[in-house]
């Protein structure tokens, strides 16, 4: 009997106790459940905390990869606004994407990239380099000048100076022999005025500046703008030389006829060199006026310290030594210091020389065949 006794409580003990733990997990089952669903696994955490950049930029990097620029773009200010250190990433992501559209040939969509950044980040000296190359190849040369000339002016760190000259003077180069080769001497003044008020008061853009105004008419502007280089040790001489020339077009007015003189199939011109007189063969086809060495000789010019060189003259090329002369006169028209080239000629060429494209080329000339005149006018 007492051991049934012990057997019976022993049963009461324990469904008492299973009771209770199956009421307790009855009462606590949905709340640790509802906890288990809200707490992201630990390795969950780890890919994709809260506010990290990979999260943040995903929506981003969409739309970039998308073309839906100014989708993109609103999200990169947004984040500039509130973390700038995010938004670096961004920004690299945007001008690397124009890169990849400027290497793939579509410079229409690479332009509207760099053209929406640059409306709220004009000082970006990255993006404003990527926009002068990108102009640069379509031709638009005045904006890749002004956008290379403002990204090594915004180039705080200084570190994109030499990419940015490089920039600037591959782009001035293009743009000046095309308005050099189409006569566009005014847009020629407007390149070295900006090149002058955004890279410095050199003394080559002052000169090439008087250039292009004597070429325009502006024989006033020219001869101001040379005055200011007048004194330089490397371009004083050049700016000199220019301004007798720029003096003595302004007094051409209507022009300078120049008799010539008819001898087989060539006109003769007669000039002066080093006050001795000579007569030369017009030649249009001639870089360079020569002079037969024997004439250079009587007329005490040396060919000793002479730069060689090879030119176009006479329908062929010739070997030359250029030598300066101390002065060279066509009529009324001196020019000091212009080098010639001295060469020997064969004994049937029955002249002292040829007149060329180096005398030429600073005039505006005609050559009337009937009346056997040159006319001389200012450019």
């Known amino acids: 009997m007492p051991l049934l ?6 049963l009461v003990g324990f469904i008492a106790g299973w009771s209770l733990h199956a009421l307790q997990d009855a ?10 669903a809200e707490s992201p696994p630990p390795e969950a955490v780890a890919e994709t905390g809260e506010n990290t950049p990979a999260k943040a930029a995903d929506p981003f990097r969409a739309h970039l990869a998308r073309g839906e620029v100014r989708e993109a773009l609103l999200i990169y200010r947004e984040t500039r606004r509130k973390t700038p250190d995010r938004a670096d990433n961004m920004r690299k992501a945007l001008l690397n994407r124009a890169r990849q559209l400027m290497a793939r040939k579509k410079t229409d969509e690479a332009g509207q990239l760099l053209a929406q950044y640059l409306e709220s980040d004009s000082y970006d000296p990255d993006a404003l380099l990527l926009r002068a190359r990108l102009d640069a190849s379509r031709g ?11 990204a090594k002016i915004y180039d705080r760190d200084n570190t994109l100076a030499d990419t940015a000259d490089q920039v600037i003077d591959q782009t001035t180069e293009t743009w000046r022999r095309r308005l050099t080769a189409k006569k566009q001497w005014g847009k020629l003044g407007e390149l070295y005025h900006l090149l002058i ?7 080559e ?30 371009w004083g001489g050049k700016a000199r030389k220019l301004s ?14 120049i008799a010539m003189t008819r001898k087989s199939n060539h006109f003769l011109v007669k000039v002066r060199v080093n006050d001795r007189s ?13 002079l037969r060495r024997e004439f250079a000789k009587a007329i005490g010019l040396s060919t000793e310290g002479g730069e060689q060189a090879r030119f ?14 101390r002065s060279f006169s066509v009529g009324d028209i001196t020019f000091n210091d212009m080098p010639v080239g001295i060469a020997e000629m064969p004994e049937t060429f029955a002249a002292d020389g040829l007149l060329g494209m180096d005398f030429l080329n600073n005039f505006e000339f005609t050559i009337d065949q009937d009346n056997e005149v040159l006319n001389l006018k200012a450019p």
């Not at 006794?5 to 022993?10: A, E, G, K, M, S």
């Open 5 to 10: 006794n012990i057997t019976f409580w022993v």
């Open 27 to 36: 009462e606590n089952g949905p709340v640790a459940e509802q906890t288990r």
């Open 140 to 150: 638009r040369y005045a904006r890749a000048l002004e956008n290379a000339l403002d």
């Open 197 to 203: 008020e955004k890279n410095g008061d050199r003394p």
């Open 205 to 234: 853009y002052y000169y090439a500046l008087a250039g292009a105004q004597y070429r325009s008419g502006r024989y006033g502007e020219g001869l101001g703008t040379l005055n200011r280089i007048l004194h330089d040790p490397e």
């Open 244 to 257: 007798q020339l720029v003096e003595q077009l302004a007094r051409l007015g209507e022009g300078a006829p």
């Open 278 to 290: 000579a007569d030369l063969v017009l030649d249009t086809g001639a870089s360079i006026s020569i």
């Open 312 to 325: 176009n003259a006479v329908g062929s090329q010739v070997d030359v030594t250029i030598v300066p002369t």
